[in-house]
């Protein structure tokens, strides 16, 4: 027991401090001393890097200039050799250049030319210019595979001396920012493990004002505050869940509604348009959301209080259905079916309009009617007919009869005969009238 107490009591002092005071102890220690170790190798090794790429850059004009200077060395010419090194004033960060002999002797060389002000400030006690060159590089001068001088190079490193003054400046700045952001870090750690409630209340705060029940506040902790800030969160879900399948309910029934080929209008007890579906705004050209909102005899002055008595469709009424002949400003007249349903549910009074196009249906319930006082007067027409040719079949054999009793005196045949004719065109008469009567096409057969 009283070793678990010494290994209880031996952080107290660390125990003891804030949670907010921990944590910023913490993130200040780990990230300053990253930081500057970071810092420090990151500078190191792009100094190197800097420096390895001066000095293959200053090897690779060395030996150029060996390239070049191979001929005047070859033909002793030091004034060619001292045109080629004054083409080296060009970088200004070359101190000075000599071309050498093979024996060492020099064969030309170059001096960086300072501004009056510059130069007495650099002479020395002899006169002549310090050269402190920090570069230098040497490359061989070679012809036909033979050393036959040399090329020396000296660079003052002021790129260098410039790199590592702005690599150092660039640096703190880095650092400064970096434990600046994350002191400001460890600060708003001490704002969120001390306000958690204030981060509740302005949940229920906005989910109050906006409505809006995908919000959800951070769980921080386990303690008290965060059961309550889950509890919070499960509530919120539960309610984001049934809010969702509402919508989805309402945008469902809007879709049906949309996909009516009727127009359906719903209007309150004043007759204010409260929806007005896809197929009304085909119809009309208006706009739902132009239509909303707006009386309904401004959109559709044509159906007054005698076609559209609202007003008496009060409580326990029927649905009312009407008919009407409309003709629009630019189409032909169309047949329309009104039927309103009366609202009246938890004080809210109105109506539903829903107005069908049943020009088509009148046209085929008229050519029914057609129809069917074709087929009537085809039935009296087969009857007539048969009855017809019944009476005409008599006629026909009586006058037949009489021409063969009276074989020898014209003048009564001549009137047989006409009897006859005239039956016989009778009898074709009724014999179309009753193809008519059967919807049956007339036949005609020649006969030799």
Not at 105 to 130: C, D, E, F, R, T
Not at 178 to 199: E, F
Not at 308 to 321: A, D, Q, V, W, Y
Not at 360 to 373: A, F, P
């Amino acid at each position: 027991m009283a070793k678990m107490e010494d290994s209880d009591n031996h952080p107290r002092f660390i125990r003891n401090w804030s949670l907010a005071r921990k944590l910023k102890t913490i993130i200040m220690g780990v990230c300053g001393g990253a930081l500057i170790g970071l810092t420090i190798l990151l500078t190191i090794f792009t100094l190197s890097i800097y420096r390895h790429y001066m000095l293959a850059e200053l090897y690779a004009t060395s030996r150029i200039i060996a390239h070049n200077s191979a001929a005047a060395v070859q033909f002793d010419d030091s004034s060619d050799a001292t045109d080629i090194l004054n083409a080296l004033s060009e970088d200004s960060t070359i101190q000075y250049a000599r071309i050498t002999r093979a024996d060492g002797s020099i064969l030309a060389s170059y001096h960086k030319q300072y501004p009056k002000a510059v130069a007495k400030k650099m002479a020395n006690h002899s006169g002549s210019i310090k050269q402190d060159a920090s570069i230098t590089v040497e490359a061989p001068i070679m012809l036909n595979q033979q050393q036959v001088g040399s090329v020396l190079i000296g660079d003052d490193a002021s790129d260098l001396i410039a790199f590592r003054r702005f690599q150092l400046i660039v640096s703190s700045i880095l650092l400064i920012s970096a434990l600046t952001s994350a002191y400001w870090l460890s600060s708003i750690l001490v704002r969120i493990i001390s306000g958690p409630l204030k981060q509740l209340t302005d949940l229920m705060r906005a989910v109050s004002e906006t409505q809006d029940y995908t919000l959800r506040t951070p769980l921080n902790s386990q303690d008290e505050i965060g059961s309550l800030a889950l509890a919070f969160n499960g509530m919120l879900g539960e309610v984001e869940h049934r809010d969702a399948s509402l919508k989805h309910a309402e945008n469902y029934i809007a879709n049906i509604i949309n996909s009516m080929p009727s127009m359906l209008i719903s209007v309150d007890a004043n007759k204010i348009v409260t929806h007005w579906n896809d197929e009304a705004s085909r119809l009309t050209g208006i706009k739902n959301e132009d239509a909303m909102g707006r009386p309904l005899s401004q959109l559709l002055p044509d159906l007054d209080e005698e076609t559209f008595p609202i007003k008496t469709l009060g409580e326990g009424s029927r649905k009312l259905r009407l008919r009407r002949d409309h003709k629009s400003e630019a189409g032909p007249v169309r047949n329309e079916e009104i039927t309103i349903y009366p609202i009246n549910f938890n004080h809210t009074e109105g109506a539903v309009i829903l107005i069908d196009d049943v020009t088509e249906r009148v046209q085929m319930e008229e050519q029914l009617n057609k129809s069917q006082k074709m087929d009537a007067i085809g039935q009296l027409a087969r009857g007539v007919a048969h009855d017809f040719n019944n009476m005409l079949g008599g006629i026909i054999g009586s006058a037949k009869l009489l021409q063969r009793w009276i074989p020898n005196d014209p003048k009564p045949q001549k009137y047989l005969k006409t009897i006859q004719t005239a039956a016989e065109r009778a009898a074709n008469q009724s014999t179309q009238l009753l193809s008519f009567s059967r919807k049956q096409p007339k036949a005609s057969t020649q006969i030799n």
